[in-house]
């Protein structure tokens, strides 16, 4: 298994450019994540999914959209971005039931807004 | 709110015990887990405590007091390679699943 593959591993973007990184898992796990890590803090949820065509908000959804259309794919939109936005983003899964919430997290995009 | 506090950094020596505690606020949660993040790299999970007390994956030892509203990693035999960011981490049961994270600690093993 590859596990949570996330695509590109770098950007930088233009300041209202838009963009959409890319996360695909093949673990089978309903349950995915987005976050984003700002230099130096902890990891602030975006958007989740708990299954194919039910997605919601996290801590900090401004400026982002996703969509959840397979198991495997949880695709993050950036739309007209802002240095704000500049971070890594990093996308995670999970299989509920385990008895553990071990999530499991993809190696990283980090964007660079200018 | 909900929120889990931690040091920002703790140091330590090669070959010493270290502890990185948790301190939490949230109405309720699943258990306390801990994941490690070295520099660059992605957070990786490393225990879980589902119910209080302590649970041990060779080196690393986890406790949970939900009585308390604490929690800590105890890391031994300190390796260099132990030198990365650890965070606490919580799945809300207020009815959605969301994960919490808590603030990160930088542990600095030097030799």
């Known amino acids: 298994n590859a596990g949570v593959t996330q695509t590109p591993k770098f950007r930088i973007l233009k300041i209202g450019q838009s963009m959409t990184l890319q996360c695909t898992q093949d673990m089978n796990h309903n349950y995915m994540y987005w976050y984003r890590q700002d230099p130096g803090m902890g990891l602030k949820l975006i958007y989740y999914s708990v299954g194919a065509g039910i997605t919601d908000k996290g801590e900090v959804p401004n400026g982002y959209n996703v969509s959840r259309s397979t198991t495997e794919d949880f695709p993050l939109r950036l739309e007209l971005a802002a240095p704000s936005q500049t971070s890594v983003y990093f996308c995670?899964?999970?299989?509920?039931?385990?008895?553990?919430?071990?999530?499991?997290f993809g190696p990283g995009t980090r964007l660079t807004v200018t | 709110g909900q929120s889990l506090e931690q040091p920002s950094e703790v140091t330590a020596v090669e070959g010493a015990i270290v502890q990185i505690n948790c301190t939490y606020q949230?109405?309720?949660?699943?258990?306390l887990s801990w994941y490690q993040q070295h520099d660059g790299g992605a957070p990786t999970f490393l225990s879980y405590?589902?119910?209080?007390g302590l649970e041990e994956t060779g080196r690393f030892s986890s406790f949970l007091s939900r009585s308390d509203s604490y929690g800590y990693l105890l890391l031994q035999e300190l390796q260099m390679k132990d030198s990365a960011s650890y965070f606490c981490?919580?799945?809300?049961?207020?009815?959605?699943?969301?994960?919490?994270f808590g603030t990160g600690t930088r542990l600095k093993v030097l030799a």
């Open positions: 949230t109405s309720g949660f699943y258990g």
């Open positions: 981490a919580v799945r809300s049961t207020s009815g959605t699943y969301k994960y919490i």
């Open positions: 995670a899964s999970t299989i509920e039931g385990a008895g553990s919430y071990e999530q499991y």
């Open positions: 405590n589902a119910l209080d």
